[in-house]
Every structure is written in structure tokens, then in C-alpha cells.
């Protein structure tokens, strides 16, 4: 079973920054269940953690593992494009799938 390592960088306390991270975590609590390890990254407080990442917008999830490296910008409202855009398979026929292969 794979582990997820998820960083999520936002600016501060914005209302944006607030809804990003609540959809992030009902969709890991729905999908990952306890399978991944999240970091939530404020660029105001850690702009040196930014700069490294090459952060240009925010919200910005990075899937740092399992490889490969993945982003994806926005709010993450839309559960189905986070999940495919971080090449993440939820816990499900579809994971059974995989590790058949």
C-alpha cells in the first residue's frame, strides 16, 4: 500500500487559503485513509520554503511521494481533478486493480 507525502502551500489565513485546505483534508480522510502524511506550508511565515519549491501561485499541492513529483493550483474543490492530477489512487476496486498488475 503506498504512503502519500502531500505539501500544500497557502498564503496566510485567506478565505482561498481555508477552503484549500479543508478540501484537502476531507479528501484525504474520504480517499487516503491514513495513508498519507500532510504538511500545510504558510508562505507568508516560510517564503524560503516557497522560493526552493518554485511556488508561483497558491494554493500549490506538491506530491513529493510516491514518485513521480506532482502539482496541482487552485482551492482543490474538484476531488476527481486533485486525484488525477496528483496520480493518486483512493483505497478501492481501483487500488486493488493496480497492485494487481
Known amino acids: 500500500m503506498s504512503n502519500y507525502l502531500l505539501k500544500l502551500y497557502v498564503t496566510g489565513n485567506s478565505p482561498r487559503a481555508e477552503k484549500a485546505i479543508a478540501n484537502l483534508r476531507r479528501i484525504c480522510e474520504e ?58 489512487w483512493p483505497d478501492g476496486p481501483a487500488e486493488a486493480a493496480r497492485e494487481g498488475e
Not at 498519507?36 to 508561483?56: G, N, R, S, T, W
Open 31 to 88: 480517499d487516503l485513509h491514513g495513508r498519507y502524511e500532510l504538511q500545510i506550508i504558510d508562505v507568508l511565515a516560510d517564503p524560503q520554503l516557497a522560493e526552493d519549491e518554485k511556488i508561483l501561485a497558491t494554493p500549490t499541492l506538491i506530491k513529493r511521494l510516491p514518485p513521480p513529483l506532482r502539482r496541482v493550483i487552485g482551492d482543490l474543490s474538484d476531488k476527481e481533478k486533485v486525484l488525477l492530477g496528483l496520480d493518486v
